[in-house]
């Protein structure tokens, strides 16, 4: 028999514990083991008034943060409403049922202040690698490294071309004031000489680009992973503008940063072609001493059926190609030339041949029918490239080509998951703060995997 709902009469006095509500398998429980984040009032300190009201815990906002991006609640006003209701948020924000949440106005108050005017959330990424690396998820041998577009919070119908400049009555504009500070930057305005093609007037640091997943241009930034190869883990994350050399530039200044911050160089960086330029690779194995086992730029390849410059040999020690049919190709041939010689202006060294040899020779017609005679180009950082090459044919090279799939995990992991596919913030700093935390994020989670599994040296 259906019966009705029996209504007593309600308790005095309740007894609620949010600790003993939240599950003990629940993802914010196991970060909360990972996350300390005490020093960051010291580092704060000088950003504070020493008069008025009593300020918003920053430890709080900090948290709140972290939960966001773990869950892929980026909207802020919409992360307040979801702490004020979810007991697991407000367990790991450290609040009782009582203590009300702070509004979202307050982030952004401090995110355009003293967040970026102390760096806080570099300070952040770094303190979670740090204790990823003492927890032992980071080898600290294999480095992987790629960059992905993100789209930037800008209408891709709107703007103008780059050779007009920006109207006036945009300039007031965060986002243009952060354009014209970084104009001089290798990562954004001194990334090319080139005059961007199209400029954005709400957000004109972000650069008109087309990627193969999605066939319609969009004003989009880039997000640069450098990865642990062992777990997956985040060394480090810079933002760029979508042009290749800042990518590459990038990588120098995460590879460096992580040698003066956490004293580790890698044996070996995996990448894909993007990052197999000479300069890039002589950087790598003649100035750094790491391997790439990454894929050599090479436009020497020919379609016509004519003789490629793999087709012929280089002697080192006399600094000569020899042609397939016996012949030297050399840089100079009169005496004292080579001695006044400075280095070329394009970065390659020019090898010809005599034209009494190619005029009489039988493989003219597969060599050089429209030339009088065969000229090759050398890269004056050839020795780099030839060093790539032969890693690339070693049986590391299949397993390093492997694992730098991990970093483009990462990446679909940050846009399904976490859903960052379009930033939020405008502006270089904006988007720098976003993949920062989205970073951060990415490490929390791996470290909690990793615990649930018992596969951290460190605790086991």
């Not at 429980?29 to 990972?34: G, L, Q």
């Not at 000088?46 to 709140?64: A, C």
């Not at 032969?390 to 970093?407: M, P, T």
Request: charged share 30%; glycine share 6%.
């Amino acid at each position: 028999m259906m019966g009705d709902r029996q209504v007593m009469q309600e308790g005095l006095f309740y007894e609620f514990s949010i600790d003993r509500h939240v599950p003990e398998d629940h993802l914010l429980r196991v970060i909360d083991r990972f996350v300390d984040l005490e020093d960051i009032r010291l580092q704060l300190k000088p950003y504070y008034s020493g008069m008025g009201r009593p300020s918003i815990d920053p430890e709080l906002m900090i948290r709140m943060l972290i939960a966001g991006y773990c869950f892929g609640i980026r909207s802020e006003r919409r992360l307040c409403e979801e702490v004020n209701l979810n007991l697991a948020y407000r367990w790991f924000c450290k609040l009782s049922l009582t203590d009300p949440v702070p509004d979202h106005s307050t982030f952004s108050k401090n995110r355009h202040g003293r967040f970026r005017d102390s760096d806080l959330f570099r300070k952040v990424f770094e303190q979670v690698l740090a204790r990823c690396i003492a927890e032992g998820a980071v080898g600290g041998e294999a480095f992987a490294i790629d960059a992905s577009t993100i789209k930037a919070d800008a209408n891709r119908q709107q703007g103008g071309p780059g050779a007009d400049g920006l109207p006036p009555d945009v300039m007031h504009r965060r986002a243009v004031q952060e354009y014209i500070a970084t104009l001089d930057e290798a990562a954004f305005g001194g990334a090319t000489d080139a005059v961007p093609k199209f400029l954005s007037p709400v957000d004109p640091a972000a650069r008109w680009t087309r990627t193969r997943n999605d066939g319609s241009a969009k004003y989009s930034y880039s997000v640069n992973y450098l990865i642990d190869c062992k777990n997956a883990v985040i060394m480090d994350v810079e933002g760029t503008a979508a042009i290749r050399t800042a990518e590459v530039y990038a990588t120098r200044v995460m590879l460096d940063r992580v040698a003066a911050r956490d004293s580790i160089k890698p044996e070996r960086l995996s990448g894909d072609t993007a990052y197999g330029s000479a300069e890039m690779l002589n950087w790598l194995v003649n100035e750094r001493g790491i391997e790439p086992h990454i894929p050599v730029f090479d436009k020497s390849t020919r379609t016509d059926g004519l003789y490629e410059r793999s087709d012929f040999t280089y002697d080192p020690e006399r600094d000569r190609y020899i042609c397939p049919a016996g012949k030297e190709l050399v840089q100079y041939r009169v005496a004292g030339r080579r001695a006044k010689a400075k280095p070329p202006k394009d970065g390659r060294y020019k090898y010809r041949s005599r034209k009494t040899d190619c005029d009489v020779c039988q493989l003219k017609p597969n060599c050089c029918p429209n030339l009088p005679q065969r000229r090759v180009q050398r890269s004056v950082h050839e020795a780099a490239r030839d060093v790539a090459r032969q890693i690339a044919a070693s049986d590391a090279y299949l397993i390093s080509r492997c694992e730098r799939k991990k970093v483009e995990m990462l990446f679909a992991h940050l846009k399904r998951i976490l859903k960052l596919d379009r930033l939020r913030l405008r502006g270089p700093n904006g988007a720098k703060d976003e993949f920062l935390l989205a970073a951060t994020a990415q490490n929390l989670r791996k470290l909690a995997k990793l615990h649930i599994q018992g596969a951290l040296p460190a605790a086991a």
